[in-house]
């Protein structure tokens, strides 16, 4: 399943698809940096409902402890799936949690670039200087349904993502790079074209691909099998 | 050569393997500054500092998960889960994640690490210090389960499994852990193959399965029958997932008769693995029911002397079992 992705050059982890499992592994990655005194910060993200698991719990706990070179980040988009942030937790910010760690819960706009990139900084030296793990909670939203089988019509009104379509962080940025003086129409048509190119040769590069022989099923389940 | 117990021998073998490999770290609850509830990692912390033997917080998602992590990052952590009846709450953590995470990344990730984890009964530990979890685990592909019986083995597979891969569940029956002693060579890294069962006795009439302390009982159970002309062939089979189809197709082969002794209780088992492996693939030289001498379909072991005792297989329910069978 291409959610599974990884990256290994880039030191990007697979992932699964159980919520907050991937928080421990983060804080192992950075317990394992710290111990052989790299100068390498970890970090992971998550939703808000992920914080209701124990692996949040877990996790962070066991990384204020150990002060981690760690940033958790969660991508408050205030559903999980169907179910609003109010029936999963009854404090108002996921930020607010980190409280019960020891170490700082930012809360950031998480439609503006900007106000990301401060948080990410902050917490980058913070994690680098050897105080430790952040949480940053960036507050979103999911202008589209959670999948092509999601009706959402159950759980949300079309003039709540009509708002928040509104407060897309790409226009916003576009905004106020206008206002600045460093935008112009040729540079945003040159960084689109370059992205759009990009995934259009992925895309390509994934239809033209060979589906996998069905000998390739028994792979890759233990060392052995992979020579 | 050295008489050791199997505990020492986990203790030594652990010591010289973090001599030998800066990798090495060692997490969980109470393994460092106490060494370990059995003495398992006593002095470790001592000799490799508070960064290589860790006590983690009392949360067992987060010791396996954050092991995980370390072995992501290039480290060769070997967690402890205090009793295995504790294992459940990592389950996530070994079956989702650190199992399946070769397969899901098309074998650009790997697991390298043991989890260390004291199992089993007859000790008094009641319902929840006494639990068998190999059948849980051994159906679990991308994982390997060994379960050692012996200073020597235990020495041996604990090597293997630290050089292995992949993550490998390290079970280690606790009633052993004083009661077993074994000569335990010094001086050499010698290794004991993942995957390879072992003829402990040689015999004719009957062929034993076991595995942990049930090895030992029916060495106990063997011996007490040969006086009454029975000659069992007891096999220990150590590694219970990949199992060693040969030796038990050879064993049963040369006798005929199959009797699987463990304590876990018997419905969906590890013996039902054993069996079918028999009927499948040593039907025809079968001459007698395949057996299963196991715990009963009750939740756990209980704490009552009494109770315990009828819980778990022993010498005599073995050689019951094994003269039954002898009579086909």
Not at chain 2, 198 to 226: C, I, P, T, W
Request: include cysteine; glycine fraction near 8%.
């Amino acid at each position: 399943m291409p959610g599974h992705y990884s990256y290994k050059p880039l030191k990007i982890v697979t992932g699964s698809s159980p919520i907050a499992t991937q928080i421990p592994h983060a804080v192992g990655i950075a317990l394992a940096s710290k111990i052989k005194n790299e100068d390498v910060v970890t970090a992971v993200w998550f939703g808000e409902a992920a914080s209701s698991k124990g692996d949040f719990h877990e996790g962070l706990n066991f990384a204020g402890v150990i002060k981690a070179p760690v940033i958790f980040i969660c991508e408050n988009n205030h559903y999980a799936i169907s179910v609003p942030q109010n029936k999963q937790m009854a404090v108002p910010n996921v930020a607010d949690k980190a409280c019960a760690y020891g170490f700082p819960g930012v809360i950031t706009d998480g439609n503006d670039v900007l106000d990301v990139y401060k948080a990410m900084k902050a917490a980058v030296e913070r994690a680098r200087s050897g105080e430790g793990p952040t949480l940053i909670e960036c507050k979103t939203y999911r202008i589209v349904p959670h999948s092509s089988d999601d009706d959402e019509s159950r759980y949300r009104t079309k003039v709540e993502v009509e708002e928040w379509k509104r407060k897309g962080p790409i226009e916003r940025l576009r905004t106020y790079m206008q206002a600045q003086g460093i935008w112009s129409e040729e540079f945003e048509n040159q960084v689109k074209s370059e992205a759009l190119s990009i995934v259009d040769d992925a895309t390509r590069f994934a239809e033209q691909a060979s589906p996998p022989s069905p000998s390739s099923l028994l792979r890759h389940v233990f060392a052995e099998e992979a020579k | 050569m050295a008489t050791k117990t199997v505990i020492q021998t986990i203790r030594d073998t652990l010591f010289e393997e973090m001599e030998r490999d800066e990798r090495i770290i060692i997490l969980g609850e109470d393994v460092g500054l106490a060494g370990g509830v059995f003495g398992a990692t006593k002095g470790l912390q001592e000799r490799f500092g508070e960064w290589r033997v860790i006590d983690t917080p009392l949360a067992e998602s987060a010791i396996i998960g954050t092991a995980i992590g370390a072995a992501l990052n290039g480290l060769l952590p070997i967690p402890e889960i205090q009793f295995a009846d504790f294992i459940h709450p990592a389950f996530d953590q070994i079956v989702n994640e650190a199992a399946r995470i070769r397969y899901r990344s098309n074998g650009a990730w790997n697991v390298q690490m043991v989890i260390r984890c004291p199992w089993g009964g007859g000790i008094h530990g009641a319902l929840y210090h006494s639990q068998s979890v190999e059948a849980f685990f051994t159906h679990v592909p991308g994982l390997k389960v060994v379960a050692p019986s012996t200073p020597y083995d235990v020495a041996g597979l604990l090597r293997s499994s630290i050089d292995d891969p992949d993550p490998v569940l390290f079970l280690e029956h606790k009633k052993t852990y004083r009661l077993i002693k074994g000569e335990v060579p010094e001086g050499s890294r010698f290794k004991v193959p993942i995957g390879k069962a072992k003829v402990v006795r040689q015999g004719s009439d009957v062929s034993v399965f076991a595995y942990g302390l049930m090895v030992h009982q029916s060495l106990e159970a063997a011996n007490l029958l040969s006086n009454e002309g029975i000659e069992a062939e007891v096999i220990d089979l150590r590694t219970l997932s990949p199992l060693d189809k040969e030796t038990i197709l050879n064993s049963v082969a040369k006798t005929g008769k199959a009797l699987i002794v463990h304590e876990d209780n018997i419905t969906g088992g590890f013996g039902a693995e054993v069996a079918a492996i028999i009927a499948s693939e040593g039907f025809e030289y079968m001459d007698g029911p395949i057996t299963r001498l196991a715990g009963p379909d009750v939740p756990a072991i209980p704490f009552a002397s009494t109770l315990e005792e009828a819980f778990l297989p022993n010498t005599y329910k073995i050689a019951e079992a094994i003269r039954n069978l002898a009579k086909y």
